[in-house]
């Protein structure tokens, strides 16, 4: 699995119901949009991945933890300390604690998220994409600026702009330089399936296939690569994806995203894409773009219909290997 | 002042009641008991100091803030880091997360509880005694060491273990080569009266006037220099202390720790000291040491009986002067 927050999550915990317990599962977790703040390392998908696994995610915000309390970030803006715009509960920042004194003591992110999940349990391999710091900035207008724009940490366009003003770009910090985190390559390579689940493709899965190394590995390996349209009918299930995706360019459609994202065997980087029943008139233009594909519900409301997807995307799987 | 933590800030509370408002007081804070704890940079006499005079302190317990919630220490266990023996509450966290995130941008810890205190408005100028990480550990004894001891962090003696083994010692790591804060000197230089609260004289007071320079500077000020027993009746007002100094050789006694101070006449660092009434038999000893001194009700259970006890130091503080 390559995986962003929330939606790789879900499909994820739908995934560990419907596998036995000798199936190996290995989750790349998005890391750009991780966030130093108030000294503390903040890794958003990580954790979302980590506290849904592992039964400890708010199960309304289906981020941060459940039962959660917010002194600290009352006492920080009493303080006047910046930003306030981001909310880490209590609970929540004695994992950032744990993990910015572990790395501050010379651990991985990969060693950091390994030793967290001893505590969580989360029935799978969860790996960093990277160990190395890579921040995702959006590019917005700015009429103070002398260039007109300027870029700001994605998170801050998502959480304190709530993703309002148009996003011109988006730059991944450190990109370049990143390596695969150790394992990550091995994982793709030796995979029986490889599947992206519905997840951003600009800012989740984006990240992750641009780290140098990875998208290559996704192009070679002899599993079979299936992907879920993080959009339905036209618009992302959350969303303020909408704004960002359709600023910058993407066509916000299944068909559109599945595209962008290539066949294998034309240089990109999927076999298979999933489109949900309402996009049925995007399978035509996915074939022609040489994916395998079908429209199946992709909503995950309940536990069996998460359960479905998880059946379909790896029959789609068993298809494109077939 | 030179202060450690509950005793000296209920006493200078006492002082900020007894001033008119041209009155600058400025309170030199112990730093050796700071401890680092999950990457958090801990300053309990200075926090104590802080939010006793700024209005936050828990009244009950006296250290930490008042309606504190304890989230983030039952998560770091619930991780597993260590230490668990130290009680870092939520609200607490935040003033420790402000500050570490201060030093580490490279701001001094003069400047942090500068910054800190624009918040508390703490009413006096509150300065750590040095910028310089100095550390009182505690020699105890320990069978499976090779010397038959080890040194343990002052915290870890009197938090986790309650003072309940034998103190050996007490090192000050780092006391050799640290400077006194900017601003320590000069206040003690050009202070009208210099006041040692009752605290612990050997790990409150003690560190203090071990930093180099400051021990001078108040053998060489021309302001009267009194201090107040912080034993009364043969016994620390907070029992730990007791087996503490007992350990260490120290007399628990009134006269004993004045007299361990000494006279400024004689190379020590008092004018005159206070005991409480029910200990006027050591009078005698701490006159014939050369020190001005007075039995007076030394404890302070409430607002007027701090108060008065306020207006015996000051009135001790003219009758040195003159």
Redesign the interface.
């Known amino acids: 699995m390559l995986s962003g927050g929330i939606g790789g999550a879900t499909f994820t915990q739908g995934l560990l119901g419907c596998v036995d317990d000798e199936t190996e599962i290995t989750v790349i977790g998005n890391t750009a949009d991780d966030i130093w703040l108030?000294?503390?390392k903040v890794c958003p998908d990580l954790d979302t991945l980590m506290y849904t696994l592992g039964g400890g995610i708010d199960p309304e915000r289906r981020w941060g933890r459940a039962e959660?309390?917010w002194?600290?970030k009352?006492?920080?803006a009493?303080?006047?300390?910046e930003p306030t715009w981001f909310g880490l509960g209590?609970?929540d920042?004695?994992?950032h604690?744990?993990r910015?004194?572990m790395l501050?003591a010379g651990y991985s992110l990969t060693d950091v998220t390994r030793a967290?999940c001893v505590?969580w349990q989360p029935g799978v391999r969860l790996l960093p994409m990277s160990d190395d710091r890579v921040e995702s900035h959006v590019v917005v207008d700015d009429e103070e600026s002398p260039s007109g724009r300027r870029a700001i940490h994605f998170q801050e366009y998502w959480v304190r702009l709530r993703a309002s003003v148009p996003a011109r770009d988006v730059v991944m910090v450190g990109i370049e330089s990143a390596r695969p985190a150790a394992g990550v390559v091995e994982a793709i390579a030796e995979a029986d399936v490889v599947v992206l689940p519905p997840s951003n493709p600009v800012v989740s899965i984006g990240p992750i296939v641009a780290v140098p190394g990875i998208g290559e590995a996704l192009r070679t390996t002899t599993a079979p690569v299936v992907g879920v349209s993080p959009i339905i009918g036209g618009g992302a299930v959350r969303g303020m994806a909408d704004q960002l995706l359709d600023g910058l360019g993407v066509e916000v459609s299944a068909g559109g995203v599945g595209t962008r994202y290539g066949a294998r065997a034309t240089g990109g980087l999927l076999d298979g894409w999933l489109v949900d029943t309402s996009d049925a008139d995007q399978l035509d233009v996915l074939e022609d773009a040489g994916l395998r594909t079908r429209a199946v519900p992709l909503y995950m409301s309940d536990e069996e219909t998460t359960a479905q997807l998880v059946r379909d995307t790896l029959a789609l799987a068993e298809e494109a290997r077939a």
């Open positions: 108030h000294g503390l959660e309390t002194a600290v009352d006492e920080l009493a303080y006047g300390a209590d609970r920042v004695a994992t604690l744990v910015t004194q501050s967290l505590r």
